[in-house]
């Protein structure tokens, strides 16, 4: 099985806030880096309260009897990069290396006592002349940790198991460091976990069936959340990521590439890295080999490729057929011809307007509410419920209301746009399209409603 797509989501994670816009060395921001999926060692987590020396992942897996599950550790060992001999304006930054421990538990650990696995990771030092009397220097400390991998079986006629993988960090540091800057050397960053289950498949944490709630509710996570994280929709591959994300999750296909920045919108920081002075750029070309091919490709992008990043927008529903609608293949061949957006519809009404989708009528379009049809000039009681937050809505409790529309959300919820039956300047908030909206469940059709 190919995993480049869970490795693009990944990497994404491995290098979020790997270096904070403006990108140099110098900014303040850039002096407190590291803040997702550390994993400290022991030392250093016993006498800091809010660092941690372990992540773990539990999941539900059925399986077919003869389960066996491929293992992925991945995180970040810093670097710490000086220059010697050192002099005024040489100054100490951490880079970065890639590591990866894999493995596989079988059927006979997986549903037995379990299986653990021992890692190290070798230190060492390197050396690059530099233009002027020096050396970069780049000084990595080795670590040390274990993987282990446990399935609990769960009550009940379902062959499924819970299963716990816990990620230790066991790298001893001598003296323990007193600062967390002293420490992150001999830390794991960004640590998370790819599973890849074969004789079975996942429950999603999200949206578990019925059978499996109570065992997804039993589920531990620390330091990690596990999401399905096959492209295709598939249940046998888990991302334990330090950063929460929805199943199946994806790259944005219009994003250019990495911008480190702790989630930064891309369009922003595009258009505000373009922004730098000259100098402001060279420095960051400078602090870091990520920061100058992030300068690099920003500048490179044309006004086309900086449009894509603006307005996107999915539509959750089949695109309208008829005169003047146009198909995903006409519209995407006419995005990559103009670098403008396109949409599916009648190209002269706006994505918004109710008009560019005929499936939908906020005029004429009913729901049942009660066995009574209800639409555009029906009267409603109003029974706003407590997951309402606005405290004036108490107010609107047992008010009649006249149906103005019938509305669809983005998932296809039905919701009323109303106005009250009783108040003076209804006309007014009518003409302005100035509604009150409440969900099928928070009305109750009048008894004179036909």
């Not at 591959?237 to 999750?249: A, E, G, R």
């Amino acid at each position: 099985m190919s995993l480049d797509a869970v490795r693009r989501i990944a990497d994404a994670v491995l290098y979020e806030g790997y270096i904070l816009y403006p990108y140099r060395a110098s900014a303040q921001k850039n002096r407190s880096r590291w803040q997702w999926g550390v994993v400290m060692g022991p030392g250093y987590a016993a006498a800091d309260p809010s660092e941690r020396d372990f992540t773990q992942a539990e999941v539900v897996l059925e399986h077919s009897g003869q389960p066996a599950v491929q293992v992925i550790l991945r995180f970040l060992q810093v670097q710490r990069r000086s220059t010697e001999p050192s002099g005024p304006s040489s100054q100490t930054w951490d880079e970065a290396v890639e590591c990866e421990i894999e493995f596989t538990v079988g059927r006979d650990e997986l549903l037995g006592a379990g299986y653990v696995k021992d890692f190290a990771v070798a230190g060492g030092e390197d050396r690059e002349p530099l233009d002027h009397d020096g050396d970069a220097v780049r000084r990595r400390e080795p670590l040390a940790g274990v993987v282990s991998v446990r399935a609990f079986p769960l009550d009940g006629p379902w062959q499924a198991v819970r299963l716990q993988l816990r990620v230790e960090n066991r790298t001893a540091a001598d003296p323990v460091p007193r600062r967390r800057e002293d420490a992150l050397p001999t830390a794991l960053v960004a640590a998370h976990v790819i599973m890849t289950a074969a004789g079975g498949e996942f429950i999603s944490m999200i949206d578990p069936p019925e059978w499996a709630k109570t065992a997804v509710a039993e589920c531990e996570n620390v330091g990690g959340w596990p999401v399905l994280a096959d492209p295709d929709g598939g249940r046998d591959i888990v991302l334990s990521s330090p950063i929460i994300l929805s199943d199946h999750p994806e790259v944005a296909p219009e994003s250019p590439g990495e911008l480190y920045d702790g989630l930064e919108i891309d369009e922003i920081l595009t258009l505000r890295t373009l922004a730098l002075s000259d100098d402001e750029k060279l420095q960051a070309r400078a602090t870091d080999p990520r920061a100058a091919a992030l300068i690099d490709r920003v500048e490179a992008m044309d006004p086309r490729d900086i449009v894509k990043l603006h307005g996107t927008v999915r539509s959750p529903r089949p695109a309208p057929s008829g005169p003047g609608a146009q198909d995903a293949e006409t519209m995407v061949a006419r995005t990559a011809a103009s670098g403008e957006p396109e949409w599916i519809g009648d190209p002269d009404v706006p994505w918004w307007d109710p008009g560019a989708d005929a499936s939908v009528s906020p005029d004429t379009d009913t729901v049942n509410i009660g066995g009574h049809q209800i639409g555009r000039g029906s009267r409603v009681r109003l029974r706003p419920g407590n997951r309402r937050s606005d405290a004036q809505d108490m107010f609107l409790i047992g008010r009649i209301a006249e149906v103005q529309a019938v509305l669809l959300d983005v998932d296809d919820n039905p919701y009323l746009a109303v106005a009250l039956a009783d108040d003076p300047d209804q006309d007014l908030r009518i003409a302005h399209g100035r509604f009150l909206y409440f969900a099928v469940d928070e009305v109750e059709p009048c008894e004179a409603t036909s």
